[in-house]
Protein backbone atom coordinates (compact mmCIF):
# COMPACT_ATOMS: atom_id res chain seq x y z
CA UNK A 1 0.00 0.00 0.00
CA UNK A 2 2.96 2.65 0.61
CA UNK A 3 3.68 2.77 -3.14
CA UNK A 4 0.53 5.28 -3.65
CA UNK A 5 -1.83 6.64 -0.76
CA UNK A 6 -5.44 5.92 -1.43
CA UNK A 7 -6.57 9.22 0.17
CA UNK A 8 -3.89 11.73 -0.26
CA UNK A 9 -3.92 13.73 3.43
CA UNK A 10 -2.48 16.89 4.80
CA UNK A 11 -0.73 15.13 8.08
CA UNK A 12 -1.15 11.70 6.28
CA UNK A 13 1.84 10.13 8.53
CA UNK A 14 2.72 8.11 5.41
CA UNK A 15 6.59 9.52 5.87
CA UNK A 16 6.99 8.05 9.71
CA UNK A 17 5.48 5.04 9.08
CA UNK A 18 8.47 3.12 9.56
CA UNK A 19 9.02 4.48 13.07
CA UNK A 20 5.27 4.18 13.47
CA UNK A 21 5.18 0.54 12.91
CA UNK A 22 8.61 -0.27 14.57
CA UNK A 23 6.75 1.15 17.34
CA UNK A 24 2.99 0.01 17.50
CA UNK A 25 2.36 -3.04 19.68
CA UNK A 26 3.46 -6.56 19.45
CA UNK A 27 -0.35 -8.05 20.07
CA UNK A 28 -3.68 -6.33 20.41
CA UNK A 29 -6.98 -7.73 19.71
CA UNK A 30 -8.34 -4.13 17.64
CA UNK A 31 -6.97 -1.37 16.10
CA UNK A 32 -8.47 2.00 16.89
CA UNK A 33 -8.09 5.44 15.41
CA UNK A 34 -9.93 8.39 15.91
CA UNK A 35 -8.33 10.99 13.94
CA UNK A 36 -7.93 8.40 10.93
CA UNK A 37 -8.07 10.83 8.58
CA UNK A 38 -6.14 8.54 5.65
CA UNK A 39 -5.25 5.76 8.04
CA UNK A 40 -1.96 5.41 6.27
CA UNK A 41 -0.92 3.22 10.15
CA UNK A 42 -4.24 1.24 9.85
CA UNK A 43 -3.56 -0.10 6.53
CA UNK A 44 0.29 -0.89 6.62
CA UNK A 45 -0.42 -3.27 9.89
CA UNK A 46 -1.29 -6.63 10.22
CA UNK A 47 -4.93 -7.07 9.55
CA UNK A 48 -7.52 -6.77 12.55
CA UNK A 49 -10.73 -5.86 14.10
CA UNK A 50 -11.01 -2.23 13.64
CA UNK A 51 -12.80 1.17 14.70
CA UNK A 52 -11.79 4.13 12.42
CA UNK A 53 -13.44 7.83 12.61
CA UNK A 54 -12.66 11.49 12.30
CA UNK A 55 -14.86 14.10 12.25
CA UNK A 56 -15.11 15.10 8.46
CA UNK A 57 -18.25 13.42 7.11
CA UNK A 58 -16.74 13.12 3.44
CA UNK A 59 -13.72 11.40 4.32
CA UNK A 60 -15.34 8.68 6.48
CA UNK A 61 -18.16 8.19 3.64
CA UNK A 62 -15.26 7.63 1.16
CA UNK A 63 -13.96 5.44 3.44
CA UNK A 64 -16.92 3.79 3.59
CA UNK A 65 -17.76 3.58 -0.03
CA UNK A 66 -14.53 2.00 -0.76
CA UNK A 67 -14.93 -0.67 1.71
CA UNK A 68 -18.51 -1.72 0.13
CA UNK A 69 -18.61 -0.95 -2.99
CA UNK A 70 -16.27 -2.87 -5.67
CA UNK A 71 -16.70 -0.41 -8.89
CA UNK A 72 -15.64 2.59 -7.39
CA UNK A 73 -12.16 2.60 -8.85
CA UNK A 74 -13.90 2.05 -12.42
CA UNK A 75 -16.63 4.89 -11.90
CA UNK A 76 -13.71 6.82 -10.27
CA UNK A 77 -11.42 6.73 -13.85
CA UNK A 78 -14.06 7.33 -16.45
CA UNK A 79 -14.42 10.79 -15.02
CA UNK A 80 -11.91 13.34 -17.46
CA UNK A 81 -9.34 15.07 -15.69
CA UNK A 82 -10.12 17.89 -17.24
CA UNK A 83 -10.74 21.79 -14.87
CA UNK A 84 -13.77 21.86 -16.69
CA UNK A 85 -14.76 18.40 -15.35
CA UNK A 86 -12.97 19.58 -11.60
CA UNK A 87 -14.98 22.51 -11.20
CA UNK A 88 -18.03 21.50 -12.36
CA UNK A 89 -18.19 18.72 -10.05
CA UNK A 90 -16.54 20.79 -7.04
CA UNK A 91 -19.72 23.21 -7.21
CA UNK A 92 -22.02 20.20 -7.19
CA UNK A 93 -23.68 20.09 -3.27
CA UNK A 94 -22.60 17.20 -1.62
CA UNK A 95 -25.88 16.95 0.70
CA UNK A 96 -27.85 16.78 -2.65
CA UNK A 97 -26.04 13.81 -4.07
CA UNK A 98 -26.29 9.96 -2.84
CA UNK A 99 -23.91 8.68 -1.15
CA UNK A 100 -21.84 6.74 -3.16
CA UNK A 101 -21.87 9.76 -5.64
CA UNK A 102 -20.37 11.80 -2.52
CA UNK A 103 -18.06 9.19 -2.18
CA UNK A 104 -16.91 9.58 -5.63
CA UNK A 105 -16.98 13.57 -6.41
CA UNK A 106 -14.65 13.55 -2.84
CA UNK A 107 -12.30 11.05 -4.17
CA UNK A 108 -12.30 12.78 -7.49
CA UNK A 109 -11.36 16.34 -6.12
CA UNK A 110 -9.32 14.65 -3.96
CA UNK A 111 -7.01 12.94 -6.24
CA UNK A 112 -6.92 16.04 -8.69
CA UNK A 113 -6.76 19.09 -5.74
CA UNK A 114 -3.83 20.98 -5.21
CA UNK A 115 -1.53 19.07 -2.79
CA UNK A 116 -4.07 16.89 -1.84
CA UNK A 117 -5.04 20.01 0.71
CA UNK A 118 -8.87 19.89 2.38
CA UNK A 119 -10.19 23.26 2.85
CA UNK A 120 -13.23 24.40 3.09
CA UNK A 121 -15.12 28.25 3.26
CA UNK A 122 -16.83 29.48 6.18
CA UNK A 123 -20.05 27.92 4.51
CA UNK A 124 -18.53 24.33 4.84
CA UNK A 125 -18.05 24.25 1.08
CA UNK A 126 -14.58 22.81 -0.52
CA UNK A 127 -12.86 25.50 -2.22
CA UNK A 128 -9.30 24.05 -2.97
CA UNK A 129 -7.96 24.56 -6.79
CA UNK A 130 -7.04 22.39 -9.19
CA UNK A 131 -3.91 21.01 -9.00
CA UNK A 132 -0.87 19.95 -10.92
CA UNK A 133 1.30 16.63 -11.05
CA UNK A 134 -1.36 15.06 -8.97
CA UNK A 135 -1.00 11.98 -10.68
CA UNK A 136 -3.80 9.26 -11.11
CA UNK A 137 -5.92 6.95 -9.10
CA UNK A 138 -3.83 3.93 -7.53
CA UNK A 139 -4.50 0.66 -9.14
CA UNK A 140 -7.48 -1.30 -8.94
CA UNK A 141 -5.27 -4.10 -6.33
CA UNK A 142 -5.09 -1.27 -4.02
CA UNK A 143 -8.21 -0.53 -4.02
CA UNK A 144 -9.36 -4.45 -3.62
CA UNK A 145 -6.79 -4.20 -1.18
CA UNK A 146 -8.20 -1.18 0.75
CA UNK A 147 -11.19 -3.31 0.75
CA UNK A 148 -10.44 -6.51 1.96
CA UNK A 149 -8.59 -4.66 4.94
CA UNK A 150 -11.62 -2.30 5.88
CA UNK A 151 -13.88 -5.27 5.83
CA UNK A 152 -13.35 -5.90 9.02
CA UNK A 153 -13.71 -1.96 10.15
CA UNK A 154 -15.94 0.15 11.73
CA UNK A 155 -15.69 3.45 10.13
CA UNK A 156 -17.96 6.50 11.77
CA UNK A 157 -18.27 9.89 11.69
CA UNK A 158 -17.53 11.17 15.50
CA UNK A 159 -15.54 13.62 17.70
CA UNK A 160 -12.39 12.10 19.19
CA UNK A 161 -13.90 12.04 22.63
CA UNK A 162 -16.94 9.97 21.64
CA UNK A 163 -14.87 7.09 20.31
CA UNK A 164 -12.17 7.71 23.52
CA UNK A 165 -15.32 6.39 25.40
CA UNK A 166 -15.54 3.13 23.82
CA UNK A 167 -11.93 1.97 24.01
CA UNK A 168 -10.67 -0.58 26.72
CA UNK A 169 -8.79 -3.49 27.57
CA UNK A 170 -7.55 -5.24 24.73
CA UNK A 171 -7.59 -2.46 22.15
CA UNK A 172 -4.18 -1.02 20.27
CA UNK A 173 -5.27 3.27 19.95
CA UNK A 174 -2.81 5.20 17.07
CA UNK A 175 -3.88 8.86 17.96
CA UNK A 176 -3.08 11.68 16.17
CA UNK A 177 -4.59 15.06 16.16
CA UNK A 178 -3.78 18.01 14.13
CA UNK A 179 -1.02 20.40 15.04
CA UNK A 180 -3.05 23.42 13.84
CA UNK A 181 -3.66 26.16 16.35
CA UNK A 182 -6.63 27.72 14.61
CA UNK A 183 -8.23 24.71 14.44
CA UNK A 184 -11.79 24.74 15.69
CA UNK A 185 -12.89 27.79 13.21
CA UNK A 186 -10.82 27.74 10.29
CA UNK A 187 -8.32 25.47 10.82
CA UNK A 188 -6.95 23.23 7.83
CA UNK A 189 -9.78 20.27 8.47
CA UNK A 190 -12.69 22.64 8.66
CA UNK A 191 -15.12 23.31 11.27
CA UNK A 192 -15.11 21.66 14.50
CA UNK A 193 -11.45 20.62 14.42
CA UNK A 194 -9.18 19.54 16.94
CA UNK A 195 -7.61 22.30 18.76
CA UNK A 196 -4.34 22.97 20.90
CA UNK A 197 -6.18 24.20 23.37
CA UNK A 198 -7.66 20.58 24.06
CA UNK A 199 -4.33 19.50 24.87
CA UNK A 200 -4.20 19.54 28.45
CA UNK A 201 -7.89 17.85 28.67
CA UNK A 202 -6.51 15.29 26.33
CA UNK A 203 -3.30 14.40 28.13
CA UNK A 204 -6.26 13.29 31.18
CA UNK A 205 -7.93 11.19 28.32
CA UNK A 206 -4.81 9.47 27.83
CA UNK A 207 -3.99 8.73 31.46
CA UNK A 208 -7.56 7.01 31.48
CA UNK A 209 -6.63 4.78 28.43
CA UNK A 210 -3.56 3.89 30.22
CA UNK A 211 -6.01 2.99 33.22
CA UNK A 212 -9.01 0.59 31.25
CA UNK A 213 -6.20 -1.29 29.79
CA UNK A 214 -5.68 0.09 26.47
CA UNK A 215 -2.10 0.20 24.72
CA UNK A 216 -1.33 3.98 22.79
CA UNK A 217 0.37 5.78 20.75
CA UNK A 218 0.36 9.21 20.37
CA UNK A 219 2.12 11.47 17.99
CA UNK A 220 2.05 15.06 17.73
CA UNK A 221 4.49 18.16 17.07
CA UNK A 222 7.25 18.72 19.94
CA UNK A 223 6.09 21.86 21.54
CA UNK A 224 5.87 23.65 25.13
CA UNK A 225 2.68 22.02 25.63
CA UNK A 226 3.64 18.09 24.96
CA UNK A 227 6.77 18.68 27.45
CA UNK A 228 4.95 17.64 30.39
CA UNK A 229 4.02 14.12 29.34
CA UNK A 230 7.48 13.77 29.89
CA UNK A 231 7.05 13.62 33.23
CA UNK A 232 4.58 10.97 33.10
CA UNK A 233 5.44 7.50 33.04
CA UNK A 234 5.05 6.34 29.43
CA UNK A 235 7.86 5.91 26.75
CA UNK A 236 8.84 8.75 24.73
CA UNK A 237 10.40 9.07 21.88
CA UNK A 238 11.30 12.82 20.04
CA UNK A 239 12.13 12.58 16.26
CA UNK A 240 13.09 15.15 13.80
CA UNK A 241 10.67 15.25 10.60
CA UNK A 242 10.51 17.98 7.86
CA UNK A 243 7.52 19.60 7.74
CA UNK A 244 5.37 20.94 5.21
CA UNK A 245 4.00 24.42 6.51
CA UNK A 246 1.36 26.28 4.23
CA UNK A 247 1.62 23.77 1.10
CA UNK A 248 4.22 25.29 -1.10
CA UNK A 249 7.65 23.63 -1.77
CA UNK A 250 9.65 26.62 -0.01
CA UNK A 251 8.15 26.13 2.77
CA UNK A 252 9.78 22.91 4.54
CA UNK A 253 10.39 23.24 7.87
CA UNK A 254 12.95 21.32 10.24
CA UNK A 255 10.78 20.26 13.82
CA UNK A 256 10.46 17.56 15.62
CA UNK A 257 7.88 15.06 16.06
CA UNK A 258 6.92 13.40 19.94
CA UNK A 259 5.66 9.92 20.15
CA UNK A 260 4.33 8.39 23.45
CA UNK A 261 3.51 5.16 24.36
CA UNK A 262 2.01 3.68 27.30
CA UNK A 263 3.28 0.23 26.86
CA UNK A 264 6.92 -1.90 25.88
CA UNK A 265 6.34 -4.16 22.90
C1 LIG B 1 -3.20 14.57 11.37
S1 LIG B 1 -4.70 14.03 10.64
C2 LIG B 1 -4.66 12.29 10.85
C3 LIG B 1 -3.83 11.66 9.79
C4 LIG B 1 -3.84 10.15 9.77
N1 LIG B 1 -3.11 9.59 10.89
C5 LIG B 1 -3.27 9.66 8.45
O1 LIG B 1 -2.27 8.93 8.46
O2 LIG B 1 -3.80 10.06 7.41
C6 LIG B 1 -5.89 14.53 11.82
C7 LIG B 1 -7.33 14.14 11.52
O3 LIG B 1 -8.14 14.53 12.64
C8 LIG B 1 -9.45 14.86 12.17
N2 LIG B 1 -10.08 15.66 13.23
C9 LIG B 1 -9.89 16.95 13.53
N3 LIG B 1 -10.59 17.30 14.63
C10 LIG B 1 -11.24 16.19 15.03
C11 LIG B 1 -12.10 15.91 16.13
N4 LIG B 1 -12.45 16.86 17.00
N5 LIG B 1 -12.57 14.64 16.27
C12 LIG B 1 -12.23 13.68 15.36
N6 LIG B 1 -11.40 13.89 14.30
C13 LIG B 1 -10.92 15.12 14.14
C14 LIG B 1 -9.18 15.60 10.86
O4 LIG B 1 -10.33 15.57 10.03
C15 LIG B 1 -7.97 14.82 10.30
O5 LIG B 1 -8.39 13.82 9.42
Keep these: MRSKPLIRWAGSKRKLLPMLTANAPSSYKRYVEPFCGSASLFFELPDSPALLSDINVDLVNALNT ?17 KEEY ?11 SKVDRAIRFLYLNRYCFNGVYRTNQKGQFNVPMGTRTGEFPSEAVFDE ?8 EISVADYKTTLTKIGDGDFVYIDPPYSK ?22 DNLAELDRRGAK ?19 QVEVIPVKRHVSGFKESWN ?6 VKNYGQ
Design 66 to 82: IKNDPTIRSQLVKIPAT
Design 87 to 97: YRIRAIEPESI
Design 146 to 153: ARKRLANA
Design 182 to 203: SGRFTGEYGLGSFDSSELPEFF
Design 216 to 234: FLFSYRACEETRELLSEDY
Design 254 to 259: DSKEIL
